[in-house]
Structure formats: structure tokens, C-alpha cells
């Protein structure tokens, strides 16, 4: 597959698009979902589940690209965990508030490239299983 984290990244300096619909969006068609189903289904995941309290956007739209695409918990589980890992170990966490620095003062990675990495990351793991 030819990659399209720059694709997910142009939806998400749009404007147009949160983190986890910029994600989401940009695999629907791997995922069976027509964008503005998956456009609605991702909604309020942006920001960290809507108050980047959680898990960063962009990597709850990998996980709903996932779990569309392996249609198994068994092998959807281990891929993003997968994603996870690997998005952890680049930026130093998975957190959304942690990543924007809210509290410490230290961003840790910009929206757009958290955008960059999960979809980097859920292609190489799309593309081993």
C-alpha cells in the first residue's frame, strides 16, 4: 500500500477534520465506511476522547480503522497495541494532554504529527498481518 499519512495529515491541517477523523477518514475505504460515516463515527474522539484527558485522536481513529479492518478482536487487539508501542516509544506517551505539553509545558509532539505517526504506524501493521 502506497502510503497516505500525508493525506491523513492534509485532512487534519484542513481544519476540517479532528485528529481521529483525519486518521479515520483517510482509511474508510479500507474499512468498508463510506467518510461521512466514519467522518460522524470518529467525532468524539478528537482531542484526546474530547478533553485530552485520554488516548491521543489520532491513534483512537487507528484503532477504529483496526478493528473495521481485521473485523476480529484477536488480531485487531495485538495490531494496535502494536501502534501503541511503537507511537509511545517515539513521542513518550499516548496521552493527549501529555503530548500537547497541557501541565508541564513541554509539548512532547504536534497534533499533525501525531496525525503522521498513528497513520504510519497502522500501515506497517496493516501491511504485516
Not at 460515516?37 to 485522536?57: K, N
Request: some cysteine; proline content about 2%.
Amino acid at each position: 500500500m502506497e502510503s497516505r499519512k500525508e493525506a491523513a495529515v492534509a485532512r487534519k491541517r484542513s481544519g476540517a477534520y479532528n485528529c481521529a477523523q483525519a486518521v479515520a477518514c483517510t482509511y474508510c475505504d479500507l474499512a468498508g465506511l463510506d467518510e461521512e460515516t466514519m467522518r460522524q463515527a470518529a467525532s468524539a474522539y478528537g482531542l484526546g476522547l474530547g478533553c485530552m484527558e485520554g488516548t491521543c485522536g489520532a491513534l483512537t481513529g487507528a484503532a477504529l480503522v483496526a478493528g473495521l479492518v481485521c473485523k476480529d478482536r484477536a488480531q485487531a487487539m495485538p495490531l494496535m497495541k502494536g501502534v501503541m508501542m511503537r507511537f509511545r516509544e517515539r513521542n513518550g506517551s499516548t496521552i493527549c494532554k501529555e503530548l500537547k505539553g497541557i501541565g508541564s509545558g513541554v509539548v512532547l509532539r504536534p497534533c499533525n504529527d501525531c496525525v503522521a505517526d498513528a497513520a504510519e504506524f497502522l500501515e506497517e501493521a496493516l501491511a504485516q498481518r
